[in-house]
Nanobody
Framework: QVQLVESGGGSVQAGGSLRLSCAASGYTVSSNCMGWFRQAPGKEREGVAAISTRSSNTFYADSVKGRFTISQDNAKNTVYLQMNSLKPEDTAMYYC???????????????????WGQGTQVTVSS
């Protein structure tokens, strides 16, 4: 049974940092595509970042480029999202997700992800 478990969310002030973790079990992170999505109240879920864990190619939403970094630790079967210079508009529930492969033109399409975690809340105050 595949499980993706997110952790690391919390409350921070604007300008602060958080690191989210996504630990996978029953699933091999190192040969697939892992993504981070977020959903703010009243808004649609959006892709934040993704990593092709075999090639280490990374993809980012324009809104987080230069502030967020996605990375992987294959030995721990875990993917991370380092979030710096956080803004109030980054406030959302953050989800980890997995699919077979990443493509630059579709990494953000949530319906192409097969497995999802339960989410971790990130709140950024001004």
């Amino acid at each position: 049974q595949v499980q993706l478990v997110e952790s690391g969310g919390g409350s921070v002030q604007a300008g602060g940092s958080l690191r989210l973790s996504c630990a996978a079990s029953g699933y091999t992170v190192s040969s697939n595509c892992m993504g981070w999505f977020r959903q703010a109240p009243g808004k649609e879920r959006e892709g934040v970042a993704a990593i092709s864990t075999r090639s280490s190619n990374t993809f980012y939403a324009d809104s987080v480029k230069g502030r967020f970094t996605i990375s992987q630790d294959n030995a721990k079967n875990t993917v991370y999202l380092q979030m710096n210079s956080l803004k109030p508009e980054d406030t959302a529930m953050y989800y980890c997700a997995a699919r077979v492969a990443c493509y630059s033109g579709s990494w953000y399409r949530e319906w192409q992800y097969v497995h999802w975690g339960q989410g971790t809340q990130v709140t950024v105050s001004s």
